[in-house]
């Protein structure tokens, strides 16, 4: 839980304890569920940035990469992005005509690009 929101709902439940009145416990628990529940959110949106800044690390090293052949080779990056786009669409095309054939066997860790 994000320690701020730990630090209210303790605080929370301190309060329940604290009160007699039932109105107020039962605005507070509902309080407390609300708590629970932007929590959740949080963890989630949390992981979903943590996703996205693996990605965009992956992004900037092919970027990198992608400039350095640009370099050594004398290409631009739009040419060898094309090239190697173009070999990725005619290797997707490969392994569609094999599995049609029933003549492919793909590796389970690359299963998840070849759906």
Do not use: W
């Amino acid at each position: 839980m994000n320690p701020h929101l730990k630090k209210l709902f303790d605080y929370k439940q301190r309060a329940i304890q604290r009160t007699s009145n039932p109105i107020a416990i039962k605005a507070i628990q509902f309080e407390l569920q609300m708590l629970e529940y932007i929590s959740g959110d949080i963890i989630g949106l949390e992981e979903q940035n943590k996703i996205l800044a693996d990605k965009c690390r992956t992004l900037e090293e092919a970027k990198a990469i992608a400039e350095m052949v640009s370099i050594i080779h004398g290409l631009s990056p739009e040419v060898i992005r094309d090239y190697y786009q173009c070999g990725l669409e005619y290797t997707l095309q490969q392994v569609e005509f094999l599995r049609q054939e029933n003549q492919i066997v793909i590796p389970s860790g690359l299963k998840k690009h070849f759906k």
